[in-house]
């Protein structure tokens, strides 16, 4: 005999349990498991009927279960109201997670697939020490000034596409990366 499938909201705790999600992740991760149960139970339904002695109507009977998307919706309520599902905290962890490797534009790119967005503080916190943090990726990645126009580009392009700004790129890599602003001058602009 088949176990049945673990509840939408027992499955939406075991993802919290493992890490922060945003509304929208965990919307999209349930809608997934929800479907696949549906089908499961439908494709079951349908063997039934089909077997020998199997009842038509208990088949029929299955296509009246209320839309899968409302019972998601009721399922991230539930959550969201009992604290369990809270979206700053994802931000938070997001930002823990990812400040010491990605710029602020990657972060709130990032963000933004989820629907959301940083509070102005804490974006100004990215801002503020986005140059030390840049520094210190490049320093971990590369250590030594670039040898050539093609090196330098390279490491351009790593820090770009950690979402740095071309203007903390170039502080970096002029510098060979000095993170204080003690250690590197402002630049003349």
Do not use: T, Y
Not at 23 to 44: F, N, P, T
């Amino acid at each position: 005999m088949k176990r049945p499938p673990p509840s939408l909201r027992a499955r939406a705790l075991a993802w919290l349990a493992q890490r922060e999600h945003s509304r929208a992740e965990l919307r999209g991760k349930l809608l997934r498991a929800a479907r696949a149960a549906q089908q499961c139970e439908s494709v079951d339904a349908v063997d039934q009927a089909s077997a020998p002695g199997g009842d038509a109507v208990e088949a029929g009977a299955n296509a009246g279960h209320p839309a899968v998307e409302a019972q998601v919706e009721q399922v991230l309520d539930a959550l969201q109201a009992a604290g369990l599902l809270n979206e700053q905290r994802f931000i938070e962890s997001r930002l823990r997670v990812r400040a010491a490797g990605h710029g602020e534009r990657r972060i709130e790119h990032e963000l933004a697939r989820h629907g959301l967005k940083l509070a102005e503080a804490q974006r100004q916190g990215l801002r503020d020490s986005e140059l030390q943090r840049a520094a210190e990726l490049w320093r971990r990645r590369f250590g030594r000034a670039a040898v050539d126009e093609r090196e330098r580009a390279r490491q351009a392009r790593f820090l770009a596409g950690r979402g740095f700004s071309g203007d903390v790129i170039r502080r970096v890599l002029a510098h060979g990366g000095a993170a204080s602003q003690d250690e590197v001058a402002p630049d003349p602009d």
